[in-house]
């Protein structure tokens, strides 16, 4: 059973387009995250989410958007997509903060063209 | 600015040595110290330090962390080659109520040999 997952895993687009990321995650956790890591592999935290506030939010453009329908699902929006925002993105989710209880998805390899 | 720095940026061993990555930092309001490893994809968790001088250890991986100088290890001992990833190590500080920041290191490099 996949812990968290996202869709979809590959995301080829123009530059100027509007995407959206899905997480969803079936382990119980209050907690979820987008991550961003760029193509040196540099891993940033863009947002936090517990019990549906947003709790850190790193200086991201507000072209990206999270969005939690409810505790399972975090999804991220992306607005005027940029060169720039080509990267891997990771969501993740944990109970409360405790890293340990951790777990990160697969992945979507993002494009912008 | 809080900083994280890893040390090295990549490392070559043979399988059953034993090798040490560094992370020093700077941060305000320090909260927690974290060590993931990256393979193909996702990373996946390793430890989670606090205290000074309280060493963690999982298996053939261990971890300590010293608040004073700033500073945590991982060690891997008898180093095989599916250990053979990025190393991540993480900061987590305070920033204001119930806020935090984390900021991560550029990772090490371990390529393990067989």
């Known amino acids: 059973d996949t812990a968290v997952s996202q869709t979809p895993k590959y995301l080829v687009t123009q530059m100027g387009n509007d995407k959206s990321i899905k997480c969803e995650q079936n382990l119980g956790h209050d907690t979820m995250y987008w991550y961003k890591q760029d193509s040196k592999k540099f891993l940033k935290i863009m947002f936090s989410?517990?019990?549906?506030?947003?709790?850190i939010n790193e200086t991201v453009p507000n072209r990206f958007s999270p969005k939690s329908p409810d505790k399972a699902h975090l999804n991220l929006h992306i607005n005027s997509l940029e060169l720039g925002d080509s990267a891997v993105y990771f969501c993740?989710?944990?109970?409360?903060?405790?890293?340990?209880?951790?777990?990160f998805g697969p992945g979507t390899r993002l494009l912008v063209l | 600015e809080d900083k994280v720095v890893q040390s090295p940026l990549s490392l070559v061993v043979h399988e059953g040595d034993t090798v040490t990555l560094n992370c020093s930092y700077e941060v305000t309001n320090f909260r927690s110290l974290l060590w993931y490893k990256q393979e193909k994809k996702a990373p996946t968790f390793l430890f989670m330090l606090t205290s000074s001088g309280i060493e963690k250890k999982s298996g053939r991986l261990s971890s300590i962390l010293d608040k004073k100088e700033l500073f945590s290890i991982l060690n891997i001992t008898a180093t095989q080659t599916g250990d053979s990833a990025v190393y991540l190590c993480?900061?987590?500080?305070?920033?204001?109520?119930?806020?935090?920041?984390?900021?991560f290191g550029k990772g090490t490099l371990l390529t393990v040999n067989p």
């Open positions: 993480a900061v987590e500080a305070q920033s204001g109520g119930s806020n935090y920041k984390l900021t």
């Open positions: 993740a989710s944990s109970q409360g903060l405790r890293k340990e209880t951790q777990y």
């Open positions: 989410y517990n019990n549906k506030e947003l709790i």
